[in-house]
């Protein structure tokens, strides 16, 4: 499972993008940007990958963000044996648990 929260620092906004094996309970990939680039959730994925190293096919849940949308996702997860899932639209409850709130 993985998302993307923010950080507010005294130079601005540090985004965070953070993979979690929910089998394991512990975060497997991580990446902290200045920006929403697409590369944010790219960089954790791939740390993820290659701490993990999944032999089999792996679901990869995220919300619809755009981040999670792009081609350069959808390949990376084909590349990896990756199966990406997304939350409907509007509903946050599927990924909660690596959301801002999940956190404190």
Known sequence: MTDITYIRTWQGWLYLAVVVDLY???IVGWSMKPTL????VLDALFMA??????QQ???VHSDQGTQFGSDDWRRFCREH???????RRGNCWDNAIVGPSSAA
Do not use: H
């Not at 680039?37 to 944010?40: F, G, K, Y």
């Open 24 to 26: 394991a309970r512990k």
């Open 37 to 40: 680039a697409r590369e944010i």
């Open 49 to 54: 990958v290659l701490r993990r190293n999944p």
């Open 57 to 59: 096919r792996v679901l």
């Open 81 to 87: 044996n990756l199966q990406p899932s997304m939350s």
